[in-house]
Nanobody
């Protein structure tokens, strides 16, 4: 089994910053892409940022220049540094990981975190 544990959400004023963390644990052979998605009330889940194992990054246009994704491969952890937050960034943020499990079949899995709420409001 593989688990993702997210942390770092909360309430912040417009213009403020937050840092989200997501740690993967369990029967993991290797991790490929790690990323973040978000879902605002009444809207569909959308990509925020992704980072394949090769180190390149991909961002939604709405967060470019404000958010930075990074990962610590030794800790199986992905981070999302969010600066200059806006009220429209309010959403539940979900961690997403593509990995190979350390089981008999070395299965490819896509795993989601439980979500962490980010509220940007004055």
């Amino acid at each position: 089994q593989v688990q993702l544990v997210e942390s770092g959400g909360g309430l912040v004023q417009p213009g403020g910053s937050l840092r989200l963390s997501c740690a993967a644990s369990g029967s993991i052979f290797s991790i490929n892409a790690m990323g973040w998605y978000r879902q605002a009330p009444g809207k569909q889940r959308e990509l925020v940022a992704t980072m394949p194992s090769g180190g390149s990054t991909n961002y939604a246009d709405s967060v470019k220049g404000r958010f930075t994704i990074s990962r610590d491969n030794a800790k199986n952890t992905v981070y999302l540094q969010m600066n200059s937050l806006k009220p429209e960034d309010t959403a539940v943020y979900y961690c997403n990981v593509h990995l190979r499990a350390a089981d008999e079949g070395y299965r490819y899995l896509e795993v989601w975190g439980q979500g962490t709420l980010v509220t940007v409001s004055s």
